[in-house]
């Protein structure tokens, strides 16, 4: 009869303590996001496992002293009845078979279980596990307490509202899913620009300045016809006098609009071109701060219903212009058409090495070769090197760091238009 009430006493407890670990895997290992799907299909155990996940703490703490609790216990009865029979030698068989009980029971079989269906396994146990963290509640307060206590007197605090950012989270899924082959090259970028958008500004994507075309306002009509026409942008800066005071921004379309009603309108005739106000038909300018952050701008983009911006400094310096199609390639890459102008930024040298464009982004390029080469000083190659080299290189001059070889190739005045690359 003591046979019999042992063997099922601890049988019992090592279904239990096989629960709890489960449970412990299920819970953690559960992806937030499907059981976010599953309690949009109406899944009330997916509901109570988020509803666990935001007290991890205490989940973890009432798992692990319920898991605990059982195993010691079942060591216990398992020890207690064979040294009835065995004396001493008892303690000895006792940890013996139930640590292989436990172990390959209550530990490897359930974690198993639960780490190949974590979703579904954390639907199922999530209302009874609630219903341990409630009855554990106090003794794992007191235990938390005791722990942060002794992490507190050797220098560690513990902040119970610090959670990894979703961000990162989903960016290290995407790089390990990509590091595996289940994710291509292309969509690791795609969603890792997504990603990026909130934590980089429109002065690390913008156009310079000093590559803007603008219109002078008192410019002959037909200079500035011609100027639009061959032009491959739709929208351009009208400027009067001082290329740093625009006035308005003129978009093609506007443009033809007009020259449409002067040519075919009341008095037709090419020669009323010479009547055109080129200041009547452009559109007030919209002015950026260059710290603003690309998701920001692209929202503001949407709401304003416009595609182009003036970026400015803190003290209403021109920089830059940014538009909405920038913001876009940062997700899709480069987005070209018809019009554009073909622009060779990467070309293969025969010794291996690249020949870069200095106004080529750091972070393209990054994205291009799968290197990890740093953008936080400088946003283009040229401005990398000028950034380490701490002067202007001359053509010809040779630079290594970053585990990098770098070479100017050749400058116009002070910018460097291309650079020769190679990976040590």
């Known amino acids: 009869m003591n046979l019999w009430f042992n063997g099922i006493a601890i049988f019992v407890l090592l279904i239990i303590s096989a629960f709890f670990s489960g449970s412990e895997t299920a819970l953690t290992g559960a992806s937030k996001a499907i059981l976010r799907s599953l309690t949009d299909k109406g899944s009330n155990g997916a509901k109570k496992a988020l509803q666990l996940r935001e007290q991890n703490e205490k989940l973890i703490g009432s798992l692990l002293l ?22 001493e030698g008892g303690v000895v068989i006792a940890t013996v078979i139930m640590t292989l009980l436990i172990l390959i ?20 146990v999530a209302h009874l596990v609630n219903f341990f963290v409630i009855v554990f509640a106090p003794i794992v307060t007191a235990i938390r307490s005791v722990v942060r206590a002794i992490l507190w007197t050797v220098g560690i605090k513990i902040d119970p509202n610090q959670k990894v950012l979703a961000a990162d989270e989903i960016a290290g899924t995407i790089a390990l899913h ?43 009509p037909d200079e500035i016809l011609s100027q639009c026409l061959n032009s491959p942008y739709t929208r351009l800066p009208i400027f009067q006098k001082d290329p740093e005071n625009v006035i308005g921004i003129l978009h093609a379309k506007d443009l033809l609009k007009e020259v449409d009603k002067l040519v075919r309108g009341n008095n037709p005739g090419l020669k009323n071109l010479e009547n055109l106000d080129i200041l009547s038909i452009i559109m007030k300018p919209y002015f950026v701060p260059d710290t603003t952050t690309l998701d ?33 390639e940062e997700i899709v890459g480069q987005i070209a058409d018809e019009h554009d102008l073909p622009q ?19 972070r393209d390029l990054n994205r291009e070769k799968d290197w990890q080469l740093p953008d936080d000083e400088a946003n283009t190659i040229a401005g990398l090197v000028i950034h380490e080299a701490q002067t202007i290189p001359i053509v010809g001059q ?20 291309q650079i020769k690359v190679k990976k040590l």
């Open 296 to 328: 920001e701008q692209m929202q503001q983009f949407l709401k304003r219903k416009s595609h182009f911006a003036l970026v400015v400094d803190e003290y209403g310096t021109l920089r830059g212009l940014i538009t909405l199609e920038d913001i876009l």
């Open 344 to 362: 060779e930024q990467l070309l293969q040298s025969s010794d291996g090495s690249l020949i870069v464009d200095g106004n080529m982004s750091i």
């Open 66 to 87: 319920g898991n605990n609790l059982i195993n010691i216990l079942a060591a216990a009865l398992a020890t207690n009845f064979l040294t009835q029979y065995y004396q």
């Open 398 to 417: 040779v630079f290594s760091f970053n585990g990098f070889r770098y070479e100017v190739v050749s400058k116009e005045k002070n910018r460097l238009t």
């Open 105 to 124: 029971f209550s530990e490897v079989l359930p974690k198993t279980y639960a780490i190949t269906n974590p979703e579904t396994a954390a639907s199922k």
């Open 178 to 220: 990509h590091s595996e082959g289940s994710v291509e090259k292309d969509a690791r970028d795609r969603l890792l620009g997504a990603l990026d958008l909130g934590d980089r500004a429109v002065d690390e994507i913008m156009m310079h300045r000093s590559q803007i075309e603008m219109i002078d306002a008192d410019s002959p």
